[in-house]
């Protein structure tokens, strides 16, 4: 069945270092995926996207990668600030019918800690 | 912003009782979604509803569940008989579903934290 799962349940890095959160999904059938960010207490909150027929995108300190050949993507922050220590998770949606507004399949999250 | 509320923010019922978890959708949303998460484990979807009907449900949603959109701005999901594993958060989140750009993402709500003892 389809999974999303990550490499490191947690990950710690130094205020200004640049981070990298990586995701494993084993649905080849796969073709939006996004990053959600969530803070004790809060809901998910998006992040960024990507559609299965690009294979990088960029936003404002963040760029996802994505890597269909071995199922796999990537949350970059550069230049990491405490507010962004929350948990990660990424998210994958299998369109049907050409519509991304269906179930959306979640990772169990990386814990991201900033240290100043 | 506008954004997705929930209410209460944590409910404690006993085991074998009905509860009733409201959210309030962003307003021109056509597209609505029940997902909960266990402690320590990951979002998991239970539930769409689109057009005044279940679009999607997945195993976990059973008899037991049943969501409704009563008016124009509510939007339920009630769990008949709770058991002790139905403990979790349960977020609500809405979709524009229009034709505009970015009218695919969901938006999530903050949240209900739900104790069955």
């Known amino acids: 069945g389809e999974s999303v799962g990550l490499h490191l349940p947690t990950l710690s890095v130094q205020e200004g270092d640049n981070s990298i959160i990586n995701c494993a999904y084993s649905?080849?059938?796969?073709?939006?995926f996004i990053w959600y960010k969530q803070e004790s207490g809060k809901g998910p909150q998006f992040i960024i996207d990507?559609?299965?027929?690009?294979d990088k995108r960029q936003g404002q300190r963040v760029t996802v990668l994505l890597n269909k050949t071995v199922k796999h993507l990537s949350l970059q922050i550069a230049a990491t600030q405490p507010g962004d220590s929350a948990v990660y998770f990424c998210?994958?949606?299998?369109?049907?019918?050409?519509?991304?507004?269906?179930?959306?399949?979640f990772g169990r999250g990386t814990q991201l800690t900033v240290w100043p | 912003e506008p954004e997705v509320t929930q209410t209460p923010s944590h409910q404690v019922t006993q085991m074998g009782q009905e509860v009733i978890l409201r959210c309030v959708p962003i307003?021109?949303?056509?597209?609505f979604y029940w997902y909960r998460q266990i402690l320590g484990q990951k979002v998991e979807f239970l539930v769409s509803?689109?057009?005044?009907?279940?679009?999607?449900k997945s195993e976990i949603f059973d008899d037991q569940f049943s969501v409704e959109r009563p008016d124009g701005s509510n939007f339920t999901l009630k769990i008949r008989s709770t058991k002790l594993e139905d403990s979790a958060m349960y977020f609500c989140?809405?979709?524009?579903?229009?034709?505009?750009?970015?009218?695919?993402?969901?938006?999530f709500g903050p949240g209900t934290r739900l104790t069955v003892t």
């Open positions: 989140a809405s979709s524009d579903g229009s034709a505009r750009v970015r009218s695919y993402e969901q938006y």
């Open positions: 649905n080849s059938a796969s073709d939006y």
């Open positions: 990507i559609r299965s027929n690009m």
């Open positions: 998210a994958e949606n299998a369109s049907r019918r050409g519509s991304t507004l269906g179930r959306l399949y």
């Open positions: 307003s021109n949303h056509l597209y």
């Open positions: 509803f689109y057009n005044n009907e279940i679009s999607e």
